[in-house]
């Protein structure tokens, strides 16, 4: 089982995957934000065995869901919540400070949004594996 990272936007969704272990995020693909969007999602889930949805959320820097973040969570109530599978939320507030710079692209001219979703997945999985090696000790 996987789990999966997005980064929500208006117009496209940025998709990463975890590898089995769970230990690193790799972007996949970015999705239009359109009406089949949830066929699409589906798919990748089913192929990919897709656990868990670690949904960015652009918090207000006082840690606040902002007019953003209400967006994000209306989105996740229409097109994601009824799939059945957990959804976390990750805070996204410093994801775009870093430097993904204006000409990321692959090969294809791919929007750089999945980069977006693998840091926002590589986040939560620092975070939850840092949480667990304290548990440890």
Do not use: H, W
């Not at 089995?20 to 990919?48: G, H, Q, T």
């Not at 007019?67 to 775009?96: A, M, P």
């Amino acid at each position: 089982m996987k789990i999966m990272g997005m980064d929500i936007g208006d117009r496209y969704i940025g998709i990463a995957l975890t590898d089995r272990e769970k230990k690193m995020s790799v972007p996949v693909a970015v999705l239009e934000n359109d009406e089949d969007f949830k066929d699409r999602l589906c798919s990748i889930m089913d192929r990919e065995g897709v656990e868990k949805i670690v949904v960015g959320m652009p918090y207000t820097l006082r840690g606040e869901i902002g007019q953003q973040g209400k967006k994000v969570l209306e989105f996740v109530n229409k097109k994601i919540l009824d799939t059945g599978t957990e959804i976390v939320y990750q805070d996204e507030r410093f994801t775009s400070k870093l430097r993904l710079g204006p000409g990321m692209k692959d090969k294809k001219g791919a929007r750089k949004d999945k980069f977006s979703a693998a840091l926002i997945l590589q986040g939560y999985l620092d975070r939850t594996s840092a949480v667990r090696r304290d548990n440890d000790e």
